[in-house]
């Protein structure tokens, strides 16, 4: 099975750095997903990663460890609008059909 | 403009009433998806379509019932045998019908039963 863990809740404030944690336990993994997802919205997509290492595009950035089961999703220059929860979302292994797993997801709060 | 719509935004309904939920995608993509989002919990997948004229139960299929007679639509009925069917209802979309690319979500249709 996959079992996904974020914190709950994160407050920073505008224009700082914030970094937003997953860790995860499967049985396979083939990559990671990050989406944003507004008080109300649906989620949109932010990133993928799939082989170890940093992904930038643009002031969001998200690192991948395969071995540690570790992922985190790095928000610079934060402005109010980025205030959201942020999913991450484990990829299953190659074979048959297997559902992407969501984490319950981090709400993000940022103030003045 | 590509993408996935879904209606209404807003659905209310009485105890023992079945609804229908609507779900349509112009980006040709194979596979859909439905999920339920709580409070507090991640999405859950309710059924998942790989493929015109085929679905399957996802985690959470009890009191729910789905469709795909177009490539373009994939309803899903709330039937009255759903015990606790208030919540935010997510239809998604990826291209491949493997279940693995990357998924690609309508606005959402908050349901409350009255």
């Known amino acids: 099975g996959q079992n996904i863990d974020q914190p709950t809740e994160m407050t920073a404030t505008e224009g700082a750095i914030v970094q937003i944690n997953c860790t995860y336990q499967?049985?396979?993994?083939?990559?990671l997903f990050w989406y944003q997802q507004h008080a109300g919205e649906a989620p949109t997509f932010l990133s993928y990663?799939?082989?170890?290492g940093l992904e930038e595009k643009g002031r969001f950035s998200s690192f991948l460890s395969r071995s540690k089961g570790y992922s985190y999703l790095l928000l610079k220059e934060l402005q109010m609008k980025d205030s959201a929860s942020y999913l991450c979302?484990?990829?299953?292994?190659?074979?048959?059909?297997?559902?992407?797993?969501f984490g319950t997801g981090t709400k993000l709060q940022v103030i003045p | 403009d590509g993408g996935i719509t879904q209606s209404p935004k807003y659905l209310f309904r009485k105890e023992g009433q079945n609804v229908t939920l609507s779900c349509e995608q112009n980006?040709?993509?194979?596979?859909m998806y439905w999920y339920r989002q709580d409070p507090g919990q991640g999405l859950r997948l309710i059924y998942y379509?790989?493929?015109?004229?085929?679905?399957q139960k996802g985690d959470i299929a009890e009191g729910y019932s789905v469709s795909r007679e177009k490539k373009e639509s994939f309803p899903l009925t709330v039937t009255s045998a759903q015990k606790n069917p208030t919540a935010f209802y997510l239809c998604?979309?990826?291209?491949?019908?493997?279940?693995?690319?990357?998924?690609?979500f309508g606005p959402g249709t908050r349901l409350t039963v009255l």
């Open positions: 979302a484990v990829r299953p292994p190659s074979g048959g059909y297997q559902k992407v797993t």
């Open positions: 379509s790989q493929i015109v004229n085929d679905f």
């Open positions: 980006l040709n993509h194979d596979a």
């Open positions: 990663n799939v082989l170890d």
């Open positions: 499967t049985s396979g993994f083939n990559g």
């Open positions: 998604a979309s990826s291209m491949e019908g493997s279940g693995r690319d990357t998924q690609y």
